[in-house]
């Protein structure tokens, strides 16, 4: 059995030494639900498909959430961990070392060794968050169990360096169609050439100067790239239709809507369309919220904003402060050489200690 009140490196090492592929999470949550349920006391367990989630009542005015999921991407190679000792110190390799399992040991540790708590506290351990949305265990959880989603404050696990990563920026994809005339390459002047005309759109691209919005005191920087051009019919055609794709990763006091109405204006004028394929909105830092403004605290003030998209928008879109806070460096997160200090697990553990002991 998982040992939950073992130094949390150690307990990190045994839960990435579990695969837990997405969509093979059973093994997992079985032995995260086996240890909950032995190893805490004044929890309510319970397992919604392969997540598990626990909670207490213990009637304190505040209640914090801790959430983390249990799955990772395929591994390569890199099963079971291993420890080296180098430039970084102490280290654990691994796939999930960084996302996420570092941080769900945390959380376990704490759910059972913290005796104290001055905030009621409730641990989700979820699965399918790096997969498709729709598949993503805590949008189960909204549907099915919105209770248990109820907090003041709830943090993700989610790699930051042990940094306090705050909200999260939206995203939004589109497709950028210009249409042309088909004709033979060598008649030219009979055609009209979409894949010419999208020289205008990377025109307005390469001139593009993102906008960075405080928040909170987390400052947010806008981006709007291409990420995929398509067009050509053959080697020897004018090619009538052509388009790129543009992702805008934006702030998030803009909504979807309000982001879709802006990437329209940076084209306007142009003789293209534009269809929207995808989109999600950010979450607002929520700093200013007592219980979080508490933990910023508790960390001496060490926040920033959260570039990346994450599941605090979630958390925010129904009316809850949320921020990303855990060991391992975001950009390592599914790399072959997925690796940990171990130093920022145990700081990571013993800020949150202090945290939710008052």
């Not at 921020?323 to 690796?339: F, K, M, Q, S, T």
Request: proline share 5%; net charge negative.
């Amino acid at each position: 059995m998982l040992d939950l009140r073992s130094d949390p490196i150690a307990l990190t090492a045994a839960l990435v030494d579990i695969p837990s592929e997405s969509r093979h999470e059973a093994r997992i949550a079985d032995e995260v639900e086996a240890a909950l349920r032995a190893q805490t006391s004044g929890f309510e367990i319970i397992r919604d498909g392969d997540a598990v989630l626990a909670r207490t009542q213990l009637g304190r005015p505040t209640r914090v959430l801790l959430a983390g999921h249990l799955d990772t991407v395929p591994p390569a190679g890199n099963l079971p961990s291993w420890s080296s000792t180098g430039e970084e110190g102490a280290v654990l390799h691994g796939c999930g070392t960084v996302d996420m399992k570092s941080g769900v040991a945390v959380f376990l540790h704490l759910a059972a060794t913290v005796t104290e708590l001055t905030h009621d506290l409730t641990c989700v351990f979820y699965d399918c968050e790096e997969i498709d949305a729709a598949a993503n265990g805590l949008g189960r959880m909204e549907r099915n169990l919105p209770d248990w989603l109820a907090a003041d404050l709830a943090i993700l696990g989610e790699p930051t360096a042990g940094y306090i990563e705050a909200g999260c920026q939206g995203t939004l994809r589109v497709v950028v169609t210009a249409a042309g005339t088909r004709a033979h390459s060598a008649r030219s002047w009979l055609g009209d050439n979409a894949i010419h005309k999208l020289g205008a759109v990377l025109d307005r691209l390469a001139a593009y100067q993102p906008r960075n919005i405080d928040i909170d005191g987390c400052v947010y920087r806008e981006g709007l790239s291409a990420v995929r051009i398509d067009g050509g019919v053959a080697g020897n055609v004018i090619p009538d239709a052509a388009s790129v794709t543009v992702n805008f990763r934006f702030a998030p006091d803009r909504t979807p809507e309000e982001a879709l109405t802006h990437v329209r204006e940076v084209f306007d004028g142009l003789h293209v369309t534009i269809e929207q394929t995808d989109g999600a909105a950010g979450a607002l830092p929520g700093l200013t919220a007592p219980a979080a403004a508490a933990l910023v605290a508790a960390a001496g003030g060490q926040v920033r904003a959260k570039y990346g998209w994450t599941d605090v928008s979630r958390f925010a879109a129904r009316g809850i402060p949320a921020v990303n806070y855990g060991p391992g460096d975001p950009n390592l997160a599914h790399c072959v050489d997925e690796r940990v200090p171990t130093a920022q697990i145990s700081a990571v553990a013993e800020l949150l200690r202090g945290f939710l002991s008052g």
